[in-house]
């Protein structure tokens, strides 16, 4: 475990704002998850994986428990599945490029997105159609509360769209310490639910459609759609999608015609795309000094520069506001500001 004072995070935060934290402890290890260890730091904390969904408002005055621990363990398999056990500070990214290279089914639709295995389940990372709670099966903690390891299994983590027990009940309570993966052996089949975006399907036209392949056409369209975060500072989306009553969006849709809209696992509740409506509110590509929305996608608000927190603050709220006024539905944060 290592211990640093008045630590700039610009380097630590894909925002890449200028704030300080007066402490920042380092878990370099799974025996750093320990009580008695952190007990000190425990009073005022965040904990960060990749800063890639966080948004610091200022400097932080308490302690950063930056999550470094490393490893990926096959914990057992059979003939079909493998169960793979992640340390939380591995990159998400490299464990994609990890079972991509043994042929296995899932994470193929989520590569590329930044960030650490321990931050997946906080917010049930997804997309392309899948969602990492679809291929989680546990998550191994430390409980502040109780002072103890905690092994949650998928039912009891509670996975939502963008949202988990992670955010809600247990939020600043628990430290991700293991996650556990169960994926499926490659043998010539990969179920269309990994094919649903159309995207995806265009690109993998005349071509052998497995793990590898897959991948490759989500890497071809993110390098296409996203900002770099080695040249802009930011979170990807960030806002959710409204969900909805199917109601509301016949009204909505009478204002933004051919609105799309996307079935939820709740009766009368559809999923509607912010982007669609702000793209015609004018916020594609929309500049305020530093911050703006990105070239080729509303929902992605970016820092061309040196922003500050205060000025993108300023800037997800007039985005907020014009939405929530032209729809009469709140927009909800996607990141995590602190
Ligand atoms: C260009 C870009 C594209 C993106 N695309 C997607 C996408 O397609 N889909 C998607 O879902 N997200 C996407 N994101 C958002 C982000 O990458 C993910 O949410 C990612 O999982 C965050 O990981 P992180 O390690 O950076 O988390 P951080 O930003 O460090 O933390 C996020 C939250 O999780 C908490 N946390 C982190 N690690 C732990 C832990 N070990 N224990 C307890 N709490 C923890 C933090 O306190 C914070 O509340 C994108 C971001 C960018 C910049």
Redesign the pocket.
């Known amino acids: 475990m290592k211990i640093e004072r008045n630590v700039s995070l610009k380097k630590l ?2 925002f890449k704002v200028d704030v300080h934290a007066n402490t920042l402890c380092t878990l370099e290890a799974d025996k750093d998850f320990s009580i008695e260890k952190l007990d000190k730091y425990l009073n005022n904390f ?9 948004l610091f408002s200022k400097d932080y005055d308490g302690t950063i428990l930056l ?1 470094k621990n490393k490893g990926i363990e096959i914990a057992k398999e059979d003939e079909t599945y493998i169960w793979i056990d992640v340390a ?2 591995e990159q ?1 990214d490299s464990f994609v490029n990890w079972s991509i290279d043994r042929n296995l089914i899932g994470l193929h639709n ?1 590569a ?5 295995v ?3 389940p ?6 392309y159609g899948i969602e ?1 709670g679809d291929l989680i099966t546990k998550v191994t ?1 430390l409980d502040i509360s109780t002072r103890k390891e905690l092994v949650l299994k998928n039912n009891e983590c509670d996975f939502g769209y ?1 949202d988990s027990i ?2 809600r009940d247990l ?2 309570k ?4 293991r996650v556990l993966f169960k994926l499926e052996k490659f043998k010539n089949h990969i179920d269309k639910k990994y094919l649903q975006y159309s995207g995806i399907v265009e690109k993998l036209k005349g071509k052998e459609i497995t793990p590898k392949s897959i991948q490759k056409a989500v890497i071809d369209i ?1 390098n296409e759609k ?4 080695q040249e802009y500072g ?4 960030t806002f959710k999608n409204p969900e909805i009553s199917i109601t509301k969006y016949d009204k909505i849709s009478k204002i933004f015609p051919n609105l799309p809209k996307y079935d939820t696992n709740r009766k009368n509740i559809v999923k509607i795309p912010a982007a669609y409506i702000l793209e015609q509110l004018g916020w594609k590509n929309k500049r305020v000094g530093d911050v703006g929305t990105w070239v080729k996608h509303p929902l ?1 608000v970016t820092n061309y520069g040196q922003a500050t927190p205060s000025e993108i603050l300023n800037f997800l709220k007039e985005i907020q506001r014009s939405f929530e006024e032209s729809t009469g539905v709140s927009l909800e944060c ?3 500001i ?1």
């Open positions: 935060n894909t965040v904990v960060l994986g990749g800063g890639s969904n966080i999550i939380s500070g998400w989520l590329l997105i930044p960030g650490t321990g931050a997946t906080i917010q049930n990372v997804g997309a990492v903690l963008r992670f955010k939020k600043n628990v430290i991700v310490k993110r996203l900002p770099s975060i930011s979170c990807g989306s992605i996607e990141i995590n602190i």
